[in-house]
């Protein structure tokens, strides 16, 4: 098993879908021909040993009560497991990137909720800005402190899921779902890093006969890789008939498929992974709906500690600690 | 011995195509035969073998007449799906063929597809790993792997399912030299270990006509010559000598006048070890050099370097500390291993690439002060994928396009033009689609595309890949031209051959710096892995050959 | 196990509908009580789960699944080309021209797939059910913009493509909004406020994509759709 993936790139993705990408100057790192010389992969550790599907059974329950809860005190159990599980995992450098991230964003909501938000009682500071009147009160900081914790602790959630699967165990996890979308997605997968080196070969070749791709203003810059994307999406096409050609000569579209499970049989540590988080699930789900998550921050913030004796969260604490206890347990598989 | 494949009076045109692919073509491939399909881009070759799955006519549609079986199945009525558990096909382009991301999943795919039990699945995978050497990439991401290791995962691939026929449309086309011999060094094991009937198109004939039993040239879409290699051979010496082995060519010279001798004599030979015990057999003649022309005196300086170290950062550097001085009239042949950095080094001229210590000079100028747009007026660089630089319809808009960027008036645009469509012959295909071109002709229009604004320096980064001999041939006469007009050229190259015949001067890499430089006929005499076929075989009887035409037979006198 | 394998699909499907059907019937019933961010949430990551097994449903040829692969790898590759041009994001603008010209299905498969592949290599993160359902979205309005197998005009694609953009911002930034703000007006204001550079840069670019090459764009990728796989099989010259 490959080891988990880790960003290629120091690359700080977000809600907008790379808008703050920070991707390396191309030419270097393209150019860079990687063949011939595999890297050694690391030694999965942690939760990366596991079952892709009891991992991400485990990831999506912490992401669920993660997104769920609102009680301070146990968005912060919560985001210190998180942390303790990456990095026990051993993976805590390697989700840097995501803290970076989760850290700026998380700032932005920590600043911006007391600002906005109204309804506190313990005033600390008013002032007036045009017809709006910003009122900081205490409940209002708590609000925003908590936000910004709630959104690292998903967002490292999600760290986690990167960590424990790496791209081929996300890819086996999805044909799982749907075959003929896993396969979409397998050959995306495939192609991407071979469209990438065409993009860059492309790149190069048009600048080795002229055309400036380098200098001038951005609109221009712009403008000028057009015909680049043009060539490239061309290319991409071909490839795409080429690897559909070669499919149907390797047998695709025959009446009976069948599948090849070459996975390591479960064990016990998989099972109490897989079972404690669909308890934990269940127990958030139950707490949710039975509207014990719910936590006023206003007028007056509540106790805290009241809920921290509810069922269903002590259940839901259960499910996912004692079986990742567990599954980080140093030795044998 | 009935026979695995037919083809019966088999015509079929391309959806939108103007002429017939393959023309009333009747065959019958037995088992246990190694068939070389060979004939120049457009000849036919690909859609032979695509005919054979049933590729053509399910996957690409058009006009198909005549029949085609293999084992009992008519591909009228099967499907292509139907015939991969029997005939596999190993494609051209390692990187367009897999649809998996790891080695074991890619070759486990088509299994699935043919509903193989899964342990039975998991036994085949290992298998056809270790058949060709891949088990210690059984877990790699088939991004990190080169070329040569990707079309050994496309074999590995297709003979997990244990075909009755073996399909090879170009594999090695897209190799260098050592990952080629690899391949085809598999492809005989496997033809000789399992028996299986083997298919193999290529245009590499020097290394692959001694494994084959029977061989197929195809012009036009028809048949031309189906015979044994001998066979061929004799023909080929009447009209078309560039398909012969280089050896094979210099032994055709003997028979210049002859008609076609008697079994022994009459025999060329396909390999330099055929071609020393032939030589001890003939005693009529024997080789001897001819008069040379004069080579040319070097001229100005083109390119400087000075004190160069090039390799990417946190990695070991490729080159250390060399200097190189590059000369109009010069055609330089920069050759070594794969990964020595030849690619490298040339992405350097016109400043695509950044050293990590030392200068070039560019006619004068430091290319580091230039964008590479700049540079490109002075020096041209045609890399290994001629696609990469069509961004038009047509040929006659992509020259108009470079020449769009170039800092001079209308005028001199329009003469430039004309000049280089005269230069590389490309009058009738100005209002074809690039794209649509064969691979020699593309290459042409790519070439042209980049130095139509006349540049001083040229630099191509493997030319040759994928070309048939007879553009090869063109190829080097329009380069040698070149350099008998003032401009320097220079060609990364692995093919020896293409190099001997045209180069005036070899740079020979590896181990961080030149190994050696020097005229053509001292670097690539005597030489342990750079010679060429005719160099082995006489080099010590007459040293500094290095190829056929140098050659001159001798009737010895009785 | 074995039938549990090869139920997986259908069982997980099942498990994001009721989930997010139980959601949002408690919303319904109860919205002062509700958490916004995580009914929107599991709404968001069921309507994507349909959307690709409905995908998947159907018995596409090699050819077109492999062309909607090709596609959405270069929306992301195409990144690569403007690597030194941040914020010009290419991906809105090829899964535009890929609805418009192979219709709404494998539109929607294209934007969806888009944003896993970039962040399978990129690394994933809750925003990425938004934008496979966002960009998925875009997809299936350039299907309805290319309903018949027409080729748009150029405006239409421009206007369509700005507007697409300015869309799939707002979307993506929506469960911020709804689950970890307030969620009043200035809060609203001041959460779009802080991505606007990011958004106008993205709206500009896909115009500018979409006016400069947008047509010639539909044109070829229309002609490499499944094309007309009726084979003629000529009269049989029997020997």
Known sequence: MSAPATPALPVVTGPHGGARDAVAEYPVAAARPRRGRLRVAPVARGLARRQPLAAAAFVAAVAFAAMVVVNPVQVAVLLAFILAVLALSGHLRDSLPYVRIAMAVGLFLAVLNPLFSRGGLDVLWETDLGPMTITVTVQGMVFGITTAMRLTAVILAFALLNVALDPDDQLGLLSRFSFRSGLVLSLASRLFPVLSNDAARI?????????????????????????LLSALLT?????????????????????????????????????????????AAVAVLAGLLAGQTAYSF?????????QLLDAWWLVALAGLVVPAGIALRRGRR | MTSIARLEHVTYTYPGAPHAALCDVSLAIEPAEVILV??????????????????????????FAGRVTVDEFDTRTARPSDLARRVGLVFQDPESQAVMTTVEREIAFGLENLGVESTAITRLVEEALISLGLSRLRHAPLKELSGGELQKVALAAVIAAQPHLLLLDEPTSQLDPVSSEELLAAIRRLSEDTGATIMLAEHRVERCLHLATRVLFLEDGAVAVDATPQDFARWAVAGHRELLPPVARLFAKRLNGQAAAHAERGRLPMTVKDARHMLDLVEDAAPRRRAASAGTEPGDVVLEVRRLTVGYEGDEPLLEDVDLRLHRGELVALMGENGAGKS??????N???APLRGELRLLGRDVGDLSVAEAALSCALLGQNPNDYFVRDTVAEEIDFTLAQLPVDDRRRRELAERIVRELDLTGLLERDPRALSGGERTRVALAAVTCGDPALVVLDEPTRGMDPAHKFELAATLRRWTRDGRCVVVVTHDVEFAARCASRVIVLGDGSFLADGPTAEVLNGSLFFSTQVNRLLHHALPGILHEDEVAWEVSPQ | MRALHLDLGRLTLLALVGLAAILAAW??????????????????????????AAYGARATAASELSLVAALAALATASRVLFASLPNVKPVTFVVLVSGVALGSGPGFMVGATSALVSNLFFGQGPWTPWQMLAWGAVGAAGGLIGRGGRLPRRWELVVAGGLLALAFDWFVT?????????????????????GLPFDLAHVAATCLFAGLFGVQAVTIVARFRVRTRVTFVGLEDAP
């Open chain 1, 298 to 306: 206003y007028p007056l913030l509540d106790d805290p500690r009241p």
């Open chain 2, 344 to 349: 490298t080094l040339v992405r350097h001229f």
């Open chain 1, 203 to 227: 790149a190069d070749a048009q600048r080795s006969r002229g055309l400036e791709l380098d200098r001038g203003t951005r609109r221009q810059r712009a403008g000028a890789r057009v015909p």
């Open chain 3, 174 to 194: 929506l469960w911020m909004f709804l689950a970890y703000t307030a969620r009043s007006w200035p809060a609203f204001v001041a959460l779009y406020a802080q």
């Open chain 2, 351 to 353: 400043g695509l690439l």
């Open chain 3, 27 to 52: 919303a319904t019933l109860d919205p002062g009580a509700v958490d916004w961010g995580t009914v929107s949430f599991a709404l968001v990551l069921a309507l994507v789960g349909l959307g690709i």
């Open chain 1, 235 to 279: 290319r991409s096409l071909e490839r795409a008939l080429d690897v559909a050609a070669a499919m149907e000569a390797r047998g695709y579209g025959a009446a009976r498929r069948s599948r090849w499970l070459h996975r390591r049989p479960w064990r016990a540590a998989d099972a109490a992974l897989a079972g404690g988080a669909a308890l």
């Open chain 2, 38 to 63: 060979l004939g120049g881009s457009g000849s036919g070759k690909s859609t032979l073998l695509r005919a054979l799955n049933g590729l053509v006519p399910h996957f690409h549609g058009g006009t």
